[in-house]
């Protein structure tokens, strides 16, 4: 991983509900530095997403406080209290105001968040901050993942190269909006706060809101952009030469993360494109490709690798088009069109079909005839393991 100059992340074991490994984050940003968050649409959002868009909203933020284990959601009153609490401490201790905090916190609903594990463990997370802990933050935020995840560019502006360094946990409970899912990106361009919120949208439009395992939204989804500004390198507008060559690098940053999520995907053995075309809206892309996506029958067939064509025609049609012309449409896996003039296609195979289906990568196609617009959404199989992993997450 490429450092970030201006950026310092520490982790810490302090056993909030994980045993010999570390659970506790700090990422500290240098004064003058910029911050973007996106953060959960679910109304029952977690303790500490209310204090960190509270937070965020008062701006000059210096620090993250993240920890795993524990998502300090469903905790009403007493959890807001310990989220704001979690911050005090950290403010009291790096010499700050407590709203330059932003806590975040993944792991069980329902459970109260002990505040006792972060007041031990602040104290050497400050002194051991560190611009090479990258990896180290990654697997500390980690859950169900089995490996963690980090993407890093360096873009060539006409200021001089910028880097842009970042990483995500996610697994299980994946669905817009935004995945069940944290994501820190860090670069050391100087970026406007409202261009550099926009800059971030947009990224995670295109790859984090792109991504689906299971359908289920959590109540703690947060992605931060920091900019330190350490560079000196100037990104003004989204328009210009440099801001387009910023934005795409941050897209593939953020677009990177969002598919190590899905190939890391509770029990995936298949990472599947979902690629919708000829849309009339985006809106109906989106929901013609969301439907096949989030199909249990269509998500078996692929772990079984069964080209059980007909889950895909039948998503298709409940996706809720109006007036679908089914007789235009045409479906296709990888290279095999499986479906034309609404049935089968004339030449498909079972053999074919069979073919395709055990590949580890695979395209669904699906052409709606029906307009330009396009979309392609990521997800992958269920399997025997996604079931144990969730029946087994509390145990």
Known sequence: ?????????????????????????????????????????????????????????????????????????????????????????????????????????TGVIGQDLPVDPFAQAIPGLLKDLSEDSWERAARAIMTTDTVPKLQTRTVALSGGDVVITGIAKGSGMICPDMATMLSYVATDAVVPQALLQTLLANAVDHSFNRITVDGDTSTNDACVLLASGASGVVVDSADNEDGQRFAAALGEVCAGLAEMIIRDGEGATKLVRIRVESAADDAEAAAVAYTVAHSPLVKTALFASDPNWGRILAAVGRAGVADLDVDAIRIWLDDVCIVEGGGRHPEYTEQAGQAVMKRSEITIRIDLARGERVTEVLTCDLSYDYVKINAEYRS
């Open 1 to 105: 991983m490429t450092r970030i100059a201006g950026v310092r992340l520490a982790t810490a074991a302090a056993g909030i509900r994980y045993k010999n490994r570390d659970d506790i984050v700090v990422i500290e940003m240098t004064a003058g530095g910029t911050c973007a968050g996106l953060f959960t649409r679910n109304a029952f959002c977690a303790a500490p997403v209310t204090v960190a868009r509270e937070h965020l909203a008062k701006g000059s933020i210096r620090y993250l406080l993240i920890n795993a284990g524990n998502a300090n959601a469903g905790t009403g009153v007493p959890g807001l209290r310990a989220a704001r609490e979690t911050c005090r401490l950290l403010a009291g201790m790096a010499g700050c105001a407590m709203s330059q905090v932003l806590p975040f916190s």
